[in-house]
């Protein structure tokens, strides 16, 4: 009998191991295998990479028509005299060391470059001979003679000898009293074509910039106010 119940003993023992491990296998979850996920595709943006233009440089005066030691004093009156000079689109430059039967009033534009020549006459006071150079300079009331130096122009003006003119304002002490003096841009018979042809060279102002009509109605629109007129010899 008691071998019996030993047997007995170890065939539950088996069988109940038996049902606990088939109860834990039914139990148990299957675990899915880990994927590993590829990278999100990098996101490259559609606008346009924008790509500033190269800075291109302005050749001042490629005709080659004015001095340059006369170009170089007159973009450094420009720097000198900034605060007076608003308007830097265009500068004008005068030659006195031409003769004045030749082109010695120059328009340069700064944003191209490009220079136009007129022609302008010198004071009495400054070509007493009348020999066609300007010879001497002053800043006197009634010398009758041109002035050198920086001017800014004023804006148009009209008067009641020379009809209409361009008003010019004198920064530096050899041009100071241009306005009391009356120093403008204006036209003048002596200046024109006709005159030149037959004397050979321009009449001479009072100290003025004089001009042909037909330049003064070129210049006096685009000279405007705030712009430097620098003249030199």
């Known amino acids: 009998m008691?071998?019996?119940d030993t047997?007995?003993?170890?065939?539950g023992l088996v069988v109940g191991l038996a049902a606990l491990t088939a109860s834990c296998a039914t139990g148990s979850k299957r675990v899915a295998p880990i994927v590993a996920q590829a990278p999100a595709?990098?996101?490259?943006?559609?606008?346009?990479?924008v790509v500033p233009p190269p800075v291109v440089k302005v050749q001042f005066d490629p005709q080659g028509l004015i001095r340059k030691p006369l170009l170089d004093d007159a973009l450094d009156a420009l720097k000198r005299h900034e605060a007076r000079i608003p308007t830097k689109d265009q500068i004008y430059l005068v030659d006195f060391q031409r003769h004045s039967s030749l082109p010695r009033l120059y328009r340069l534009d700064l944003a191209s470059g490009e220079v136009t020549a007129f022609r302008t006459a010198h004071g009495k006071?400054?070509?007493?001979?009348?020999s066609g150079?300007?010879?001497?300079?002053?800043?006197v009331m009634d010398s009758n003679a041109s002035s050198v130096g920086a001017?800014?122009?004023a804006g148009p003006g009209m008067g009641a000898k020379h009809g209409p003119n361009v008003l010019l304002d004198g920064l530096e002490p050899?041009?100071?009293?241009?306005?009391d003096r009356a120093i403008i841009v204006h036209a003048a018979d002596y200046c024109e074509p006709e005159f030149l042809t037959r004397e050979g060279k321009l009449g001479r102002s009072y100290g003025c910039?004089?001009?042909s009509t037909a330049d003064l109605q070129t210049l006096r629109p685009i000279m405007g106010e705030g712009r430097l007129l620098f003249a030199a010899a």
């Open 2 to 4: 008691k071998g019996l």
């Open 7 to 11: 047997r007995l003993s170890r065939r």
């Open 41 to 49: 595709p990098l996101v490259v943006p559609t606008e346009p990479l």
């Open 125 to 130: 006071g400054s070509d007493p001979a009348h």
């Open 133 to 139: 150079f300007a010879q001497r300079f002053s800043n």
């Open 151 to 153: 001017y800014v122009t």
């Open 174 to 179: 050899t041009n100071s009293e241009a306005r």
């Open 209 to 211: 910039f004089s001009v």
